[in-house]
Each structure stands twice: as structure tokens, then as C-alpha cells.
């Protein structure tokens, strides 16, 4: 007994590279480093990760590195992590592309990778390929899947004509949501009466919006990137221009969206969405707010904080830093976290969270899929008030 | 060849050896710095293949690169690996003698905005053919293709960069582009065709860059523009050829290896104040370093042996 309380680790070390500088530190800073934080500092507040083997909590210890929004940094600083500082756990760096650049390695250490901001519809493909890999945001298809079915239903009940206009960013979630969207919608019977993509950092939105309105579509959607989806509810507050049915991109869901258009935000769709009845979720928004000052976002933070914690309680279940049965348990077992009982099937949740919300009474809301707690989507959207 | 040459000859032949066993001796990490450094040497040696003699300061590095990244991206499932590398290098020529023949007429700082330039054409090129013909932006890399084996290719890469790069010195066309570095009004009017002499270089230049994309691009596993494109690798490829010193061939190996490990150095230990210490860093160099670290140690020989013929 005495040999194993001796034998035990004075810190359990975690370490992680994400781009702290960059193109993708926007998105990291929101989505995911506070998540990181306040999961440390709640697992150290309790004394660390309880380890059965040594029989005692032990604090993790955190190493970081900035992999500069470059995927061979970031393939190199995992591999630093692994080999020179010889981590116990990584945690995943922002972002589709480098997700999957230092994917192979992460597997071939047999690494846990739990990510959370990375939307591939390869997604069941790579969970073969790595089974240690963990995508906690599923495909593209799945969120247009779903709108595609609220889009169908309002149109039996007579809410909206079937005309779509539609943009798209110009770069892969733009590209990989509007080609998903197109098929859905060919398969509905919708017809795309306008659909264009616009170039990344495209600031007058005045064309985009024009030619859209001029549509006559009910259905406004847009698969735009935070400065874009701004310029977009900007124009359109600018020209009155309200369609039914306003859906727009990353950014909708970010605590900017509601400081900046405060009660125009009413209305507004996009991706994930947020349980307002859920204790936990709000509990989580709160301490997210004390700890950096603003609200998490309203899709990824909440999915995000869920995988730390699913993470964690694994550890703790199997009891010891055994890195594959830790991957077996995230597989296999069923899990309590802010956003609910997660279980993953094919290393993806499953009907555990919201794919599409929209601004209702000043919360985003989930409104898709049907599933306890879900709200109804409030159409047409609210005039704009000036 | 002279005995000196010969014995130069052989110390290379020795050391490539030595170099090929760095992935036997090394863990993953080490060996990604190594592959870091390798394809850095190549990249900054094919820089100032072209840079070095003619003084034309390139910022399209990363086009090429970017270029090579690509192809495999499209053809690493479909062709033999080899079969990818050739296509690699043959676009890459095809392409820098297109863009040597319309622009090397440029020259100063209109050529440098020109080469930062079409490094973000082709980008847009790629992205615009990605967004509205393919409809998907990011292709993924399933390429069976071992680190180790990235590793050697470089190697075998600088090897070849190195041996070209003397090969040309030692021929006609080295001696022309020397006179054009020097004036190039001068060397028109003693008959050189310049033009011919810059964009046959640039396109051996930019053809090396191009093969350093395509063997780096397994590593990636998923390239879409932004990653293919990072127009950090050409200020970084700049900056580490004149910390080298460019008016030598193998001068920015002195500059490639100092650089890699100060970025290695300050990522670990000062991950939140990166940016600013590397510009510090570039601005030192660029001061007080101008004829880079080779240009140093002449000045130091030099300097010595003034001393002892003076005694």
C-alpha cells in the first residue's frame, strides 16, 4: 500500500496546443480556452482527478503551446507534448483543419482526442480510422438535415412560400453546410431562387442582401463567419429587409450578437442553441462568466465543457492514467454533464444537444431536434425596429 | 576536380549519411524538428538559389509550396507516389516559367509586391475553383506515408537542391545571373539574354519549392487554402535566408537551424508573447546582421588573415 501512495504522481499533467494566435484564436478564445480553465480550476478546487490506483485526488498541471493557427506547429507541439513533456492527457486544439492534421497522432500515441469545434461530415469515417478520436459536433448534414425538416414543416402548415435564398462563405464550413443544404433542399422540393458565396473578409453586404430580398424567398440563409453574419443582420436592419424564415451563420450564437442588435436579435436562426429550463447549463453559463467575463457561446462552449466532463468522470471510473481503457469507457459508458446524459454511439453524441436555435426573448433557444424542453420556432420573424 | 574539392565532396557524402540515420536515433518529437529544419533548408536554399545571385527579393515561396501541398492533395489516392512527385514538380516548372515570363521584367520592390501578390492569387484561384466547382473546400490526405520517409525525401531534396545549386554556379548561367545581381543594364549590353538566365533559375527555384509542399503535405492529413497558403512560410523562409546570409549557396543553413530552434525555444516558454519576440528578433537580424551569419564568419577570416599578413 505505502509503495503505491509513493508511487503516485505529484501532478497529473495536461497539455494542449491551441492558436492563440492567429486566424483561429477568435474562435478559440470564445469556444474553447475558458472552457479549458474552468475545468481545471474545478477539478483542482476539489483536490484534482481522484485516482483509485494511488487512492487519493491528484491536481492536473497544465502545459501550453501556441500553434499559431498553422497545422505543422500544431502537429509538432502535440508531439512535443507527447514525447518531451510526456503528458498524461491532451486536450484538442480549435478547429476542423488542425483537428485533423495532428489526428495521426494523437491515434498512434492512442491519445483520447475530444473534439469540439470541429464539423466534418467525414466524421464517421475518421471515428473508424481513429477510434480514439471523438466528434462531439457531428456532420454538416445533420444541422442542415434538421433545418431542412423545420423548413418542410412550416411550409405544410402554409408559413412560407418555397423559395430559398441562400449565401455561403466562401470557405469550408460555408462550402460544406451550403452543399449539404442544396441536396436537402433539391430532395424537399425547395427551389434556390438565389444562391451565391462570397469571398472570406467580404464587408458590403449591401448586393448579398439586395439581391435576396428582391428573391421574393421567405427563407433567408446564410452560412456566414462572424464579421459577415454582423454586416448581414447589419444590412438587413438597414434595408428592412425581414423574410420569414432568417437563418445565419457562426456569430449568431456569440455573446456579441445580442449586445449588438439587443432586441433585433428576436427571431434570428442558426446553429446550436441553448436549454433554457436545464439547472446545469445555467449554472455553467454563470461560472463561464465570472471566470472571463462574458457568456459562453450558445453551440460549442456547452458541448465543449460536456466533453471535459465526460473526460473526466472517465478517469475517474476506470480509476488509473490507462489511457485505453479511458477511450473504451468514453466509447461505451453513459455520462451526467451541464448539458444533460450524454452517450456516445460510434464516438458521436447522440440527440444530446441542440442543432439549430433561435433568438427568443433574449435567450437562443433550441428549437431543433424534437426533443424535451425544445421550443417552437417563432414565425415570421419580428419586424425590425429602427 | 581538385583534392580540396574532392575532400569536400566526401565530408558531404559522410555527413548525409550521419543525416539519414536521424530517424533511428531520434523520438517523434525530435524527428518532427528535424523534418521542421529539412524542409526549412530546402525551402530557404531554393530561395537563394534564385534570391541569392540575383537579388531579387522573392515573397512567393509559399505559392509554390502551397501548389505542391495541393497536388497531393488531388492525386496522393489515385497515383503512384513517385508518379505525384513528378506531376508536382512538372506544375511547379510549367507555372514559375508562365510567371518568370511575365514578370521577371519587374524588377526592386515591384517585383517583391508582385511575388506576395501571386501568392495570394493562387489561393483565391484555388479557393474560387474549390467553392464553385468541387463545392468543397479542404481535401483530406490519406497518403501511406511514414514520418521517417517524409524525413529522407527532404533529405534526398536539400541533397539535390545543394548539388544543383553548385552545378549552376560553376556554369555559364551562374556567372551571368552574378553579373546581373552586380548591374543588370551592364550585363544586357555584354549580350546576356537576361531574361532567358533569370526565369530559367526562378522556375529551378520555385520547381524545388513545390516538391518540399508535396512531401510535407502527408503530415497535414487535411489542407484547404488557408493551411496550404500560410504566407508565414514565405517571411519565414525570407527572414531565415538572410540570418544564413544569401550570398552563399549553403548560407541559409546557418540561418535555418538558429531560427528553428529560437521559434522552438520561445513557443515553449513564452507562448503568449511569440509574435512580438519574433519581430524583435527579425529586426536584429535585419540590423545587425545584414550579410547574415556566413557573411560574419568571412568578415572574421577576412579580418584574421589581414592580421597575420600584416605580422
Known amino acids: 500500500m505505502l509503495s503505491a501512495q509513493n508511487a503516485a504522481p505529484k501532478t497529473i499533467k495536461v497539455g494542449y496546443a491551441i492558436s492563440k494566435t492567429g486566424p483561429n484564436a477568435g474562435g478559440a478564445n470564445i469556444t474553447q ?67 485533423l492534421a495532428v489526428g495521426p497522432t494523437f491515434n498512434k500515441h492512442n491519445y ?148 449588438r442588435f439587443g432586441d433585433n436579435a428576436e427571431g434570428v436562426v442558426s446553429l446550436g442553441g441553448w436549454s433554457k429550463d436545464n439547472k446545469a447549463t445555467m449554472e455553467y453559463r454563470e461560472k463561464i462568466r465570472k471566470l472571463v467575463n462574458r457568456d459562453p457561446d450558445y453551440w460549442g462552449s456547452q458541448i ?9 468522470q472517465s478517469i475517474e471510473r476506470v480509476g488509473k492514467l490507462d489511457r485505453a481503457a479511458i477511450i473504451k469507457e468514453l466509447q461505451t459508458g453513459t455520462f451526467d454533464t451541464v448539458i444533460g446524459k450524454i452517450k456516445l454511439e460510434n464516438n458521436m453524441p447522440k440527440d444530446a444537444f441542440w442543432l439549430l436555435g433561435q433568438w427568443q426573448d433574449g435567450l437562443y433557444v433550441g428549437v431543433a431536434p424534437q426533443r424535451p424542453g425544445v421550443a417552437d420556432l417563432r414565425v415570421p420573424k419580428a419586424p425590425w425596429k429602427k | 576536380m581538385s583534392v580540396r574539392n574532392l575532400a569536400i565532396l566526401a565530408a558531404l557524402a559522410a555527413g548525409v549519411v550521419l543525416l539519414a540515420f536521424v530517424p533511428s ?19 530557404a536554399t531554393a530561395w537563394t538559389l534564385f534570391s541569392g545571385p540575383t537579388r531579387y527579393v522573392s515573397l512567393a515561396t509559399v505559392a509554390f509550396f502551397g501548389i505542391g501541398a495541393y497536388t497531393v ?14 506531376i508536382a514538380f512538372v506544375i511547379g ?10 514578370t521577371l521584367r519587374l524588377s526592386g520592390v515591384y517585383f517583391v509586391i508582385f511575388t506576395f501578390g501571386l501568392a495570394e492569387l493562387v489561393r483565391q484561384l484555388v479557393t474560387w475553383y474549390e467553392v464553385n466547382v468541387t463545392r468543397t473546400l479542404g481535401r483530406y490526405v490519406f497518403v501511406d506515408i511514414t514520418t521517417a520517409q517524409i524525413y529522407w525525401q527532404l533529405l534526398a531534396l536539400a541533397v539535390i537542391v545543394l548539388l544543383s545549386g553548385w552545378l549552376i554556379q560553376r556554369s555559364k548561367l551562374g556567372l551571368a545571373l552574378r553579373v546581373i545581381g552586380d548591374d543588370e543594364a551592364v550585363a544586357r549590353h555584354v549580350g546576356i539574354n537576361t531574361t532567358m538566365a533569370k526565369v530559367v533559375l526562378f522556375a529551378f527555384s520555385a520547381s524545388f519549392m513545390t516538391l518540399a509542399g508535396a512531401i510535407m503535405a502527408p503530415r497535414w492529413t487535411y489542407i484547404d487554402p488557408a493551411i496550404a497558403f500560410n504566407p508565414v512560410v514565405s517571411f519565414q523562409v525570407l527572414i531565415m535566408a538572410l540570418l544564413g546570409g544569401v550570398h552563399r549557396l ?62
Open chain 1, 33 to 99: 480556452i475558458p472552457n479549458y480553465q474552468l475545468w481545471v480550476q474545478e477539478v483542482n478546487a476539489k483536490g484534482g482527478l481522484m485516482i483509485k490506483q494511488y487512492g487519493k485526488r491528484i491536481p492536473i498541471e497544465v502545459i501550453e503551446y501556441d500553434d499559431r493557427s498553422n497545422s505543422e506547429e500544431a502537429v509538432r507541439a502535440v508531439e512535443r507534448l507527447i514525447e518531451q513533456d510526456k503528458v498524461d492527457l491532451l486536450l484538442p486544439p480549435w478547429g476542423t483543419g488542425i483537428n
Open chain 1, 112 to 259: 483520447p482526442q475530444i473534439t469540439f469545434s470541429a464539423v466534418t461530415d467525414r466524421a464517421p469515417e475518421l471515428a473508424k480510422r481513429w477510434p480514439n478520436s471523438f466528434w462531439f459536433l457531428g456532420t454538416s448534414k445533420q444541422y442542415v438535415d434538421a433545418l431542412v425538416e423545420l423548413l418542410v414543416k412550416l411550409r405544410k402548415e402554409g408559413k412560407i412560400n418555397d423559395l430559398i435564398a441562400m449565401v455561403s462563405v466562401a470557405d469550408g464550413f460555408g462550402t460544406d453546410l451550403s452543399k449539404a443544404a442544396r441536396a436537402g433542399f433539391e430532395k424537399a422540393g425547395f427551389k434556390r431562387v438565389f444562391d451565391k458565396s462570397y469571398p472570406v473578409g467580404t464587408q458590403d453586404m449591401a448586393p448579398i442582401v439586395g439581391e435576396a430580398e428582391r428573391s421574393k424567398a421567405d427563407t433567408f440563409i446564410a452560412f456566414s463567419y462572424p464579421p459577415d453574419t454582423v454586416a448581414i443582420v447589419d444590412q438587413a436592419r438597414l434595408t428592412s429587409y425581414a423574410p420569414k424564415v432568417m437563418f445565419t451563420g457562426v456569430g449568431t450564437f456569440f455573446p456579441l450578437f445580442p449586445q
Open chain 1, 304 to 312: 465543449g465543457y460536456s466533453a471535459l466532463q465526460m473526460l473526466e
Open chain 2, 25 to 43: 536515433v531520434t523520438n517523434g518529437y525530435q524527428l518532427s524538428l528535424a523534418i521542421n529544419i529539412m524542409s526549412y533548408t530546402v525551402l
Open chain 2, 73 to 86: 492533395a488531388v492525386l496522393g489516392e489515385e497515383l503512384a507516389w513517385p508518379l505525384v512527385l513528378l
Open chain 2, 93 to 102: 516548372f510549367g507555372l514559375s516559367l508562365l510567371v518568370g515570363l511575365s
Open chain 2, 250 to 311: 549553403y548560407g541559409p543553413i546557418f540561418g535555418v537551424i538558429p531560427l528553428v530552434m529560437l521559434f522552438e525555444i520561445l513557443l515553449a516558454k513564452f507562448p503568449n508573447h511569440f509574435s512580438i519576440l519574433v519581430g524583435i528578433a527579425f529586426l536584429l537580424i535585419v540590423y545587425a546582421i545584414p550579410r547574415g551569419i556566413v557573411g560574419l564568419i568571412e568578415g572574421a577570416q577576412l579580418s584574421l588573415s589581414r592580421k597575420g599578413a600584416k605580422a
